[in-house]
């Protein structure tokens, strides 16, 4: 389908999601695009819900998902948000809260997308409509180690597996495809069985409904939905169930290929639907060449870790999934972190026969996944129910009973060792309440337990209603010129390639005839001497050319912004993915195959792994930072205070996670060492200066050019030369192109990310909550190298108050050297770790004062004037403003009493709300780095050609110097166009970083212009009527230079470290499932002030990606180590980034107005980084509603002082929810062990 057919079909002429603003870095966006456009061709008029569900299967990285469905809203036919933006008395936003603060006019118009025309959709190819009814045949194809085997009858299909006992059977390729590429197997036998009428026979039988094994989980689905909708309810109990699981289970890219027998035959300990099938009782047909029986699913079915008591010559033909009886209740359970598309931590399927009209139990089955190496059964405890009563004894005895069968081992795969056995017991307290419900409405004789009303909020799901969202922003002064851009809401301006694909990111540019393809060699041993290389095997795959190593680094192989990293090892690894050689191959397959081959041998050396660790040997960088920030008189202080807290706090580290991993190309020019550099990075100067040292060459020989990225959020600044430096080295060892674009998992094992912080806190405080004493050790674990370390603990030193004046205070940083990969920057750099920690305590201190911590935060903050502990004065000081008007537009006060009503009122969920205030220094120390360079060429047509030192990697970053350029200029900003950042346009280029890149290049460009028009202004007064292209071509001919640079840095004259401060107030609520540990963001309210916004729609846009981000950060995303040092969260099925579902139902962004910023571009701010801490209130919300659930066990006399690491996962909110089940796990009695995974 050709891109402009999609383009005129999703969105009438005009693509939605571009006009929305729902494209950032663009990375994501075709397939978006391509999720919209499936479901519009399956029903043009969908819901929003549908449309919502639609998109479980993608993700984004920067927009913070609302811009996306805000703009495909307008195809729904129930819009849920009216868009009139309170101006119509008919408006949603007047059926709701009312709010003093003026409304703004809507970021995009949707009046100006032209209807929806099925008809002018591309026509589905007639042959390929005719191919279903085609006679079948059978295919195959022979690749270098595979056949691939397309049978087309069940005959076939028998006789080529009795041919081939070991052959792979595949339908969806959900799971061998991943096996061969990320766990190096190789099948070579591939057999297909997607076309064989018998295997996706869909059957209804008198017992139940028969599914072929090639069926896909969508027809399932569908089929099931549509029995639920047509059969009596009690027939469905198990449909129901599964239907349950199928919500949580994947996104319908996902769904509409994997298969039923699939998902059984992968035997997954974890699998979602195994443990539903065998507690529903589903019968399995299994075939072999002669052969055919019937089986139950039980506890015999799964023999061990994904086997199974299949014959190597058996495949599964069909299964039957069975009707429920009157007197029988089925559920099925499944704990997730993320609201879309989640591996489960423990998944469950319970079934309950009671004796006709009684409430004595016939029979109990409950199945389990997620607590051993396959589905298991807990028989015994269903054993001892049977003829028991459904009362409060027979469920003491059920947990008392899966208590003591499912003890995990403290070391036992997967970790989460108590949470998981506390779910068993949370998950049967469910079924009991869901079944003691039901029992309550029918006519049943026997005795039956107590139901508390408060109680049925174990069962009750969390409300889900489609995302609604406000923005409110300042408008441009009335009498700008319309031509004047500057303050507008516009579309970043790649938003439309970027939505049909064609935006070009590095590894999209055409391959070179003579290319070469990379792949890392790495190690597997996070501290450890190389004893031996060996890559013969290697030499023997097809296409390999050369294994770099140090031998063949022309320069220094010595590298890092601070000398301590190597482009190859040398002798010793450092780290787990510390890069040691690379292999060159004709294509990616084989250099992947190449690389595999490589044999390495070690002697291992003592490694160290965490910050404990580092303490416990003293093991730190030597740094030359100000280690320590000391004010006031911190003795005095801890003596005049009427308490004192001590406590230590954690924060995890994050992976950016950027759409676009790591890619670069190199191409040699074959004369004087000249080499020309396509890279994704933020910091093209960086990448010239090392890989000039490393190929032994002036930097004027490297020429680095960067497009746009797909993300970088600070992971592609100098962690980029890990592999940049590698494939120049390649490129100059061959003579040829080189490229290489790293895998998801190699990607996130090599790179490193987010610093982890621990810290040691003692503050003194006033009973009436003022703070006159803090004392805090912080400890980031920097990894193997020093890179960034230090400026981010500096960072975070100069951000340790937030918003607080304390009197008396000393933060000290120590950096951890550790055996894992160097983490670097990562937007917000050290300081929404800090900010974290400060909120922490600053929250136990109101606890413990017994006032509400809202007041507590306004007593400490700052006023206008004041100095920071670092001596600098606040000046434009505009938090009062930004936390007054949060508390007013989020109704705080009246939702607090909403709030402890509900918690009343729900024993088992509980909502909490928490409003967090920020203020932030954007910019660069050492200060010398706050400097900005413009070059802008005019030609002769009077277009203008504009480079700036920045990257556009999705902030719009572009489109704003683009807004700049044309209001300076006087021209429209169709005559301006940016073609890329490059080292050879403009030189020593600071990195796009630190949230001062708009601030130094947009005055770059200003100045670069203001010379264009100094030129030109003789030729104006000349022709003062003329146009623009008049006044250039006189300039032309006069002759008058009509390029011209501009330079521009930050006129520091003091020693403040921050040339300004961004302040910000964020106020969310949320509702916990005590018994889970999940969450549900129900509503986040954020004031920004961003001074006189450039573009409104980029800032807010910037706002909601930051705070989603940070979301991520603060309660979902989990970085696990082994003890050994190694990754275990490599890539997206382990490692979960927020998702459609888990932004708050309700988002509203509020730019702050009437707030210039003297001391920018046009009165601007920094936007990229300071909102990102915001999403704490998410995190301290969570904590709030944790305190209302501790407070209700008062029997168990809790201390309400606790302690909530981050990310707040449902593990630890569970854990903190102490409760009658939690009282009963015993733990395992076991000093002697290795736990599974370790924090860092």
Not at 624 to 641: I, N
Not at 747 to 758: A, E, K, N, Q, S
Not at 975 to 988: D, G, L
């Amino acid at each position: 389908m050709a891109a402009n057919e999609l383009v005129f079909f999703v969105n009438g002429k005009k693509e939605r999601i571009s006009k929305s603003h729902g494209s950032q870095c663009g990375f994501c966006t075709p397939g978006i695009v391509m999720s919209m456009y499936t479901l519009l061709r399956n029903n043009p008029e969908p819901s929003m819900e549908e449309i919502e569900n639609a998109f479980q299967g993608n993700l984004c990285r920067c927009t913070g998902y609302r811009p996306i469905l805000e703009g495909f809203r307008t195809f729904a036919k129930d819009r849920g948000c009216c868009g009139g933006k309170g101006k119509d008395p008919n408006c949603c936003l007047n059926k709701e809260e009312k709010s003093t603060v003026t409304l703004s006019p809507s970021l995009f118009n949707p009046g100006e997308f032209l209807p929806l025309d099925p008809t002018q959709e591309p026509i589905f190819p007639p042959e390929l409509l005719l191919l279903k009814d085609a006679p079948r045949r059978q295919l195959r194809f022979q690749g270098e180690r595979v056949t691939w085997i397309q049978a087309a009858t069940l005959e076939e299909l028998l006789d080529l597996k009795a041919q081939h006992s070991d052959a792979v059977l595949v339908v969806g390729n959900t799971r061998v495809g991943i096996e061969m590429k990320f766990g190096n197997k190789v099948f070579p036998i591939i057999i297909c069985p997607a076309w064989i009428p018998e295997l996706n026979a869909v059957e209804h039988g008198t017992e139940g409904i028969s599914f072929g094994a090639s069926c896909t989980l969508s027809s399932l689905e569908e089929t099931l939905e549509a029995a639920v909708a047509t059969l009596p309810a009690h027939k469905t109990e198990v449909f129901q169930g599964i239907l349950e699981q199928m919500r949580w289970f994947s996104g319908k890219q996902v769904k509409s290929v994997a298969s039923i027998g699939g998902n059984v035959i992968a035997a997954s300990p974890n699998s979602d639907f195994n443990p539903v099938f065998m507690a529903s009782g589903a019968k399995l047909t299994l075939v072999s060449k002669g052969k055919r029986r019937t089986v139950r699913m039980d506890q015999t079915f799964f023999t061990g870790f994904r086997k199974m008591i299949l014959t190597p010559q058996e495949i599964l033909l069909s299964i039957e999934i069975p009707y429920s009886q009157k007197n029988e209740y089925f559920s099925a359970f499944k704990q997730i972190s993320r609201h879309d598309e989640d591996f489960a931590k423990v998944t469950c399927g319970m079934r309950v026969q009671f004796k006709q009209d009684t409430t004595q139990v016939q029979k109990l089955e409950m199945s389990f996944g997620g607590l051993g190496d396959k589905t298991l059964q807990a028989l015994e405890t269903s054993r001892k129910q049977t003829g028991r009563f459904w009362d409060e004894s027979l469920l003491a005895d059920v947990c008392a009973g899966l208590e003591e069968e499912f003890r995990l081992a403290p070391d036992a795969r997967g970790g989460m060792v108590e949470f998981r056995r506390m779910l068993t017991l949370s998950f049967f307290f469910k079924f009991y309440i869901s079944v003691l419900q039901k029992l309550k409405k029918c006519s049943v004789r026997g005795k039956c337990g107590s139901l508390d009303p408060t109680w049925l909020s174990a069962v009750a799901p969390f409300q889900k209603h489609p995302a609604t969202s406000v923005q409110l922003f300042q408008e441009v002064p009335k009498g700008q010129s319309e031509e004047d851009m500057v303050g507008r809401p516009l579309a970043h301006l790649t938003a439309a390639r970027q939505a049909t694909g064609e935006a070009v990111y590095c590894d999209d540019i055409p391959l070179y005839s003579n290319e070469l393809y990379l792949r890392l060699v790495t190690s597997t041993k996070a501290h450890a001497r190389i004893k031996s290389i060996d890559a013969s095997e290697a030499q023997k795959v097809p296409g390999f050319v050369h294994f770099l190593s140090v031998a063949d680094v022309p320069g220094s192989n010595i590298t890092g912004l601070e000398k301590d990293e190597t482009v190859f090892a040398d002798g010793e690894v450092t780290c787990v993915g510390h890069i040691i050689g690379a292999v060159l191959a004709d294509t990616p397959e084989h250099a992947q195959r190449a690389a595999q081959a490589v044999k390495i041998t070690y002697e291992e050396l003592p490694a160290i792994i965490s910050i404990e660790d580092a303490i416990k040997n003293k093991s730190f960088h030597k740094t030359s930072f100000l280690s320590t920030m000391e004010k006031g008189d911190l003795q005095k202080g801890f003596a005049e205070a009427d308490h004192i807290l001590e406590g230590e706090v954690h924060v995890g580290g994050q992976e950016h996670f950027y759409l676009e991993t790591h890619s670069c190309i190199a191409i040699p020019k074959g004369e004087e060492g000249e080499m020309e550099l396509f890279v994704a990075t933020q910091c093209p100067m960086i990448i010239q200066d090392f890989i000039a040292k490393a190929l032994g060459v002036p930097s004027n020989r490297i020429a680095v050019r960067v497009k746009r990225l797909g993300g970088g959020f600070g992971g592609k600044d100098p962690r980029t030369a890990l592999l940049s430096t590698v494939v120049a080295v390649g490129a100059h060892k061959t003579g040829r192109p080189v490229r290489c674009m790293l895998d998801r998992n190699e990607d996130m094992l090599v790179t490193g990310g987010r610093h982890p912080f621990m810290a040691r806190y003692k503050v003194g405080f006033m009973k009436d909550g003022r703070v006159v004493a803090l004392e805090v050790d912080h400890y980031s674990n920097s990894g193997n190298s020093l890179e960034f370390s230090e400026s981010v603990m500096q960072k975070a030193l100069y951000h340790m108050d937030n918003c607080y004046k304390i009197p008396n205070l000393r933060g000290t940083g120590k950096l951890c050297k550790t055996n894992l990969p160097s983490n670097t920057a990562f937007r917000g750099f050290g300081a929404p770790q800090v900010m974290l920690i400060t909120e922490s305590w600053m929250s136990q201190v109101a606890v413990k004062c017994g006032r509400p911590p809202e007041e507590v935060r306004r007593l400490n903050m700052y006023e206008d004037g004041d100095l920071t502990h670092f001596n600098q004065k606040l000046e434009g000081f505009t938090l009062s403003r930004c936390w007054s008007e949060c508390l007013e537009s989020s109704q705080y006060h009246a939702r607090r009493r909403e709030i402890e009503k509900f918690n009343r009122e729900n024993y088992w969920k509980k909502r909490g709300l928490a409003i967090i205030p920020i203020k932030f220094g954007p910019g660069f120390d050492p200060s010398f780095l706050n400097q900005g360079g413009a070059l802008v060429h005019v030609y002769t047509d009077g277009s203008v050609l504009l480079t700036h030192g920045g990257v556009e990697m999705g902030q719009g970053l572009h489109t704003k110097m683009t807004q700049v350029a044309s209001r300076v200029l006087g021209i429209p900003m169709s005559k301006i166009y940016i073609c890329e950042t490059s080292t050879s346009t403009v030189p020593n280029t600071t990195s796009t970083a630190a949230s001062v890149s708009t601030d130094i290049n947009g005055m770059a460009v200003q100045a670069a212009c203001k010379t264009i028009l100094e030129r030109l202004k003789p030729f104006k007064e000349k022709n003062p009527t003329g146009s623009w292209e008049d006044w250039v071509t006189a300039a032309y001919l006069a002759p008058v230079s009509l390029s011209a640079t501009g330079f521009y840095n930050f006129e520091i004259t003091s020693k403040n470290p921050f040339f300004y401060f961004t302040f910000g107030a964020a106020c969310s609520e949320v509702e916990i499932d005590c018994l889970t540990g999940e969450h549900k963001n129900i509503r986040t309210d954020i004031v920004m002030d961003v001074g006189t916004s450039l573009n409104p729609a980029i800032d807010i846009g910037q706002v909601e990606g930051a705070f989603v981000q940070g979301l991520g950060l603060f309660t979902l995303e989990e970085l696990r180590y082994s003890p050994e040092g190694s990754l275990l969260t490599r890539g997206p099925n382990t490692y979960r980034i927020p998702g459609f579902g888990d932004i708050p139902t309700k988002f509203n962004v509020s730019l702050l107005r009437d707030c210039p910023n003297r001391k920018a571009i046009f009165a601007s701010k920094a936007v990229g980084e300071p909102p990102l801490f915001l999403s704490a209130s998410i995190f301290f919300a969570i904590h709030d509603a944790i305190g209302a659930a501790r407070a209700q066990q008062s029997e168990r006399q809790l201390d309400p002082l606790f302690q909530l690491d981050s990310p707040a996962t449902p593990e630890r909110i569970r854990n903190a929810c102490v409760d009658r089940f939690s009282a009963m796990l015993r733990p395992e009695e076991s000093s002697d062990y290795t736990p599974w995974s370790v924090r860092v």
